[in-house]
């Protein structure tokens, strides 16, 4: 089971990324990763369905990727109706063990950073 302090120490540890607020990771300017709480027109269109507990946001390389989450482990990914048309994943952090986590973020802070930062991340 994942905590924010595994997020945070994830995030950390990619270069130039930084919580630009509590909560909310960004590779320069772009969106890496963020707690994510359900909004009620979520909880509205999840009904039953929706979880509890501590969500994050995850930006993916493309849909593609986004629909290979969802199907492959439904217990941990999903989505709502906010993100359609769009490359986000929503995660349930107690759901989610950390290396699966840490695959996860590396991926999103690789889809996000300039392709020069991504090179030489990859090189060392």
């Known amino acids: 089971m994942a905590t924010w302090t595994d997020v945070g120490r994830i995030a950390a540890g990619l270069p130039e990324t930084s919580e630009t607020s509590p909560r909310t990771w960004r590779v320069r300017k772009k969106l890496v990763v963020w707690e994510r709480p359900l909004r009620k027109a979520d909880h509205a269109a999840l009904g039953a369905d929706a979880p509890t507990g501590d969500i994050v946001g995850?930006?993916?390389?493309?849909?593609?990727?986004?629909?290979?989450?969802?199907n492959d482990d439904p217990g941990v990914y999903f989505?709502?109706?906010?993100?359609d048309g769009y490359p986000i994943v929503l995660v349930r952090l107690a759901a989610i063990g950390v290396d699966e986590?840490?695959?996860?973020?590396?991926?999103?802070w690789l889809s996000q950073a300039p392709k020069a930062?991504?090179?030489a991340f990859l090189a060392g």
């Open 58 to 70: 995850v930006r993916v390389a493309d849909e593609g990727v986004k629909f290979a989450l969802l």
């Open 79 to 83: 989505t709502t109706p906010h993100f």
């Open 101 to 108: 986590l840490t695959e996860l973020v590396t991926e999103a």
């Open 117 to 119: 930062l991504t090179k």
